[in-house]
């Protein structure tokens, strides 16, 4: 049954199978069809490969020691609010450029890293909260989040974030899953006094799991990655951690900044080689 004063947009039904509900409206016969602006249905988020999880996982090692450093070689009040202001002027480049770029994502995450680490420490270092309340605060905080997405959007994928409230709905969870795994990886490390290099193990070993759930078909594509997603965070710690603290702490001793730089260099240059190739370029945005 046809509307009165309503036709129908003939392109509709094939812009709905390609990139979803939002490229369909209807049109008035007085109304001149508006041409889709590409950049609002543009994915802003990397696709998931081999290179991302590395890259991931190498962010959130250099986030843990290059917080620690910061806040041992500077006052910790100045260093949380530089790297809350470095991260505020990141994520607002981030959400109002009109498409992905590799540079702008990547330096990002890397802020949310040594940021959310600091936000970790201070409820721990500054406020004395035990690692189990943090822990639990965060993931209270990250089922909150998750669910506000959800509700919003009706889907919780990663290759929906487009611009708008899917991108700020996608920097929000992360931002709390770096502080989630933070807490999470001290936790394991100092309270349960499994030491920094078992934990890198331990999680190194629960990151397997989501995949082989997923393989299996007991988890879905979106839980099996966001699981994986916040495991990464302390499994990068760890072993960075491991690496930069004093051997007295059962580490090796290297020093956080040194382990900070070494693994920032090693970071920029995969981000260098995916700027260069430009393989990680985004699929186009899927119906929610």
């Known amino acids: 049954m046809k509307t009165p004063g309503v036709t129908p947009d003939?392109?509709?039904v094939q812009r709905f199978f390609?990139?979803?509900p939002r490229a369909c409206r209807a049109v008035t016969v007085n109304e001149r069809i508006r041409p889709l602006d590409p950049a609002a249905l543009a994915v802003k988020v990397p696709p998931v490969t081999a290179l991302f999880w590395i890259i991931k996982v190498l962010t959130t090692g250099m986030g843990e020691t290059a917080s620690d450093y910061l806040a041992r070689t500077i006052a910790p009040e100045v260093a949380v609010g530089a790297a809350g202001l470095v991260l505020a002027g990141a994520l607002v480049v981030q959400v109002r450029a009109r498409s992905y770029s590799t540079g702008?994502?990547?330096?990002?995450v890397?802020?949310?890293s040594v940021f959310g680490t600091m936000a970790a420490d201070v409820l721990h270092v500054g406020l004395g909260i035990p690692y189990t309340v943090s822990t639990t605060f965060f993931a209270v905080a990250l089922v909150a989040v998750l669910g506000l997405w959800y509700l919003s959007e009706r889907t919780l994928s990663i290759h929906t974030v487009t611009r708008g409230r899917p991108e700020l709905f996608y920097w929000a969870t992360v931002l709390v899953t770096f502080a989630l795994g933070t807490a999470a990886g001290d936790l394991t490390a100092t309270t349960f006094g499994w030491g920094y290099?078992?934990?890198?193990?331990?999680?190194?070993?629960?990151?397997?799991?989501p995949g082989l759930a997923f393989r299996a078909r007991s988890m879905n594509a979106v839980a099996a990655f966001w699981t994986a997603y916040v495991i990464t965070r302390p499994l990068g710690a760890s072993f960075?951690?491991?690496?930069?603290?004093p051997v007295s702490r059962g580490g090796l001793g290297w020093g956080t900044g040194p382990v900070t730089v070494a693994w920032a260099v090693v970071i920029v240059a995969l981000i260098a080689y995916l700027a260069v190739r430009?393989?990680?370029a985004p699929e186009p945005a899927l119906p929610a």
């Open 197 to 209: 290099l078992v934990s890198g193990f331990v999680f190194a070993a629960a990151i397997v799991v």
């Open 240 to 245: 960075a951690d491991w690496m930069g603290v």
């Open 10 to 12: 003939r392109g509709c």
């Open 104 to 108: 702008l994502y990547w330096f990002a």
């Open 18 to 20: 390609r990139v979803g």
């Open 110 to 112: 890397v802020m949310v």
């Open 278 to 280: 430009g393989n990680d």
